[in-house]
């Protein structure tokens, strides 16, 4: 792919696949575009998963109810090729945009971060590639933010743990942040300050930066923090709170609306390096104040808020829907030495047994989207009082059939983006 490259025209009529609910009485069928069967092709080092006995006869049992119509369908309406070749571990929509601007999203593969457009009718159009100047720099994720007088900024990081920071209207990268001692697998900015940034690394740390005063905010990690590599983390809506997870199967939540986190970020915005003889006095946060195992048996890739509940995914094909404590429990009276926890929902999949395969939410959380490693999407509409009545469409298309590593919606769900294996980018419209 090269800069130059203009736009990638929308599939010819014969090439696009449409969403057809078939029934033939098999219950396999539902909901799922042009059933093929597919062929797992080679997965890259990051799907090492470690063995898991899989109770695949009792969950295809529970999943039946699952297979009932879902009112969510999306008809695939182009695909492109970065020419890399290699695996596309992120894709990011830009969410900080007002209603009826252009759909604008991000992928990370390779050492080249490019930044894409969705036109109409299914048009993809390349805007700008940056290429990393290491040639052994692997990108695993993206986060989108804006600068102070709303410009969008992007933010990238991956294999070698340097943070970049990218501007869109410069044409480069601005800025770039060293700290972690290993790779970054998520980047998330907070919801209501954009120059805080989270980090999640191998290093079994999380990181807040200060993008604009180039500063290392807060450490969290440490005594009682996780015990191998974090892979996700996320802000709820407020940015009071944030949960993460990782290799050593737990998930942990920690409490950042304190007085010691203000004070942090107040000081990272008032530090002035040519007034002090000592560097920036970054905080270290050695204690969760939730922290549970008892959720997933496995490596745990991926997690987000659902409002006041978690959403959280093994290897173990079911995203859960969980909440510290009892049911009747508050975010006051949950202590860090109690570990239990209330699961309300199961939603569950097929074939995505290997790690690091991410789901999306819409910006209005109500729809959710997810790849497995043989190319299918199952994409579950949220906008239901009762999480058990939840459905899912399976979409499929004949050209894919490797690992969806991330999906990514856009701000009103109408346009769904998956990226894989082999360098593919898919564009899904819904369908009215």
């Known amino acids: 792919m090269s800069d130059s490259e203009e736009s990638v025209p929308p599939l010819s009529k014969k090439q696009r696949v449409f969403t057809q609910v078939q029934n033939d009485g098999s219950g396999d069928e539902m909901d799922e575009i042009s059933s093929t069967t597919s062929t797992k092709e080679e997965e890259s080092s990051r799907s090492d998963t470690p063995t898991l006995v899989s109770r695949r006869m009792g969950s295809i049992g529970r999943m039946k109810k699952g297979w009932k119509k879902c009112k969510l369908q999306y008809k695939c309406t182009n695909f492109l090729k970065e020419d890399h070749g290699q695996p596309i571990f992120g894709i990011q929509v830009n969410m900080n945009v007002r209603d009826g601007e252009p759909v604008m999203f991000a992928t990370t593969g390779c050492n080249r971060v490019t930044i894409y457009e969705c036109l109409d009718n299914g048009k993809v159009k390349v805007l700008q590639a940056y290429i990393d100047p290491a040639n052994d720099e692997n990108f695993y994720c993206c986060a989108w933010s804006y600068d102070e007088v709303g410009q969008p900024l992007l933010a990238a990081a991956g294999l070698r743990g340097i943070v970049r920071i990218i501007s869109p209207l410069a044409m480069q990268c601005i800025k770039h942040f060293i700290g972690h001692g290993n790779a970054v697998n998520e980047l998330k900015f907070h919801p209501r ?74 000081a990272s915005y008032t530090y002035n390096p040519a007034k002090s003889n000592t560097p920036f006095p970054t905080v270290s946060n050695h204690f969760p ?96 009082e009762d999480p058990t009545l939840c459905r899912f469409t399976k979409l499929s298309h004949a050209k894919c059939s490797v690992a969806i590593r991330q999906t990514a919606l856009s701000k009103d769900g109408n346009i769904l983006l998956a990226v894989t294996d082999d360098g593919m980018i898919w564009r899904w419209d819904r369908i009215k």
Not at 320 to 342: E, H, M, R
């Open 193 to 266: 300050d954009p120059n805080l940034l989270l980090s999640v690394s191998k290093d079994h740390t999380l990181r807040i930066w200060n993008i604009k005063t180039d500063l290392c905010v807060m450490i969290l990690g440490g005594v009682d923090g996780h015990r191998d590599e974090v892979l996700s983390a996320d802000f709820n809506i407020d940015g009071s709170r944030i949960v993460s997870c990782g290799m050593d199967h737990s998930l942990k939540m920690w409490k950042i609306d304190t007085e010691m986190f203000r004070d942090a970020v107040h």
């Open 289 to 384: 104040d939730f922290s549970t195992r008892d959720i997933h048996r496995n490596y745990v890739d991926c997690v987000k808020w659902l409002g006041n509940f978690v959403l959280s995914k093994s290897c173990e094909n079911s995203i859960i829907c969980w909440k510290p404590g009892s049911l009747d429990y508050t975010d006051t009276n949950i202590k860090a030495s109690d570990n239990t926890v209330s699961i309300l929902h199961r939603f569950e999949y097929r074939e995505c047994e290997i790690w690091y395969m991410r789901f999306c939410l819409d910006y209005y959380q109500k729809i959710m989207a997810l790849g497995n490693q043989v190319g299918k999407i199952f994409v579950w509409d949220l906008d239901v």
